[in-house]
């Protein structure tokens, strides 16, 4: 089988995402082919952190990727001017990326770097646990991950087992660090308030018409959960 027709109509076929005209070997036409090669929706994150900077190098990186893929760019999210130290509520490009995924308007979600796209490790691997769930795939320029291969998707489950390793390793820094300030004499918690503020507390608490307490609270200029906390015996002996 071949293909023949002026390069004009190759071009407009190719365009439409339709196969031009369908030969034999000895040049007999058999008319235009109906078939539509079905293409992945992709839409490029894009992030630079100082307004000086730009974003069209990793535009245009992106977009001759995603042509030798075979893949449709339907949307481009661009957070300009935004730290990458900011969680998704400080990148409005980032969280809408986020709820049009929920929404499957897209089948792949394609950035320059993993830097662009989380904090941590965790983050990452967090975003793609999401995005994985909805059969949504990942590919990250700079470190060569595509999803869509098995070699990316082992590479994804390696680094959810590096994600769990950092995590291990940041709660037993801090239960360390815990022991450490206990043995040295510190103690944890939030510190108590005045013995005689706290006696002021439970005459007030013991009073029969005392019913608010978050005005008891700021005419003491004290916060409401202390108040909580002191009042609670109160409650457990009244429910005995």
């Not at 992945?40 to 994150?45: E, I, S, T």
Request: charge should be positive.
């Amino acid at each position: 089988m071949g293909w023949i027709g002026n390069p004009a109509e190759a071009v407009k076929a190719s365009a439409s995402n339709t196969r031009p005209y369908l030969t034999t070997t000895n040049g007999k036409a058999l008319g235009m082919a109906t078939e539509t090669v079905n293409m992945k929706r992709a839409v490029l994150y894009l992030r630079v952190s100082t307004q000086d900077q730009t974003t069209a190098n990793q535009d245009r990186e992106l977009r001759e990727i995603a042509s030798r893929m075979g893949c449709k760019i339907v949307k481009i999210y661009k957070d300009h001017g935004v730290s990458g130290a900011k969680g998704r509520d400080g990148r409005p490009q980032f969280d809408a990326l986020c709820r049009d995924a929920t929404k499957r308007e897209f089948d792949m979600i394609m950035a320059w770097s993993v830097d662009r796209l989380g904090r941590s490790l965790q983050d990452l691997v967090g975003f793609l646990s999401e995005i994985h769930a909805l059969k949504i795939d990942l590919y990250l320029h700079q470190q060569g991950l595509d999803t869509t291969t098995p070699a990316g998707k082992a590479l994804f489950q390696m680094m959810g087992v590096f994600a769990e390793f950092e995590r291990a390793m940041i709660q037993e820094r801090v239960r360390a660090g815990l022991r450490r300030a206990v043995d040295e004499g510190a103690k944890l918690g939030r510190p108590r308030i005045d013995a005689e503020l706290e006696e002021r507390i439970k005459k007030a608490l013991a009073e029969p018409d005392r019913s608010s307490l978050r005005k008891l609270a700021v005419e003491l200029g004290v916060a409401v959960n202390t108040i909580q906390r002191i009042k609670r015996p109160f409650a457990e002996a009244d429910a005995a």
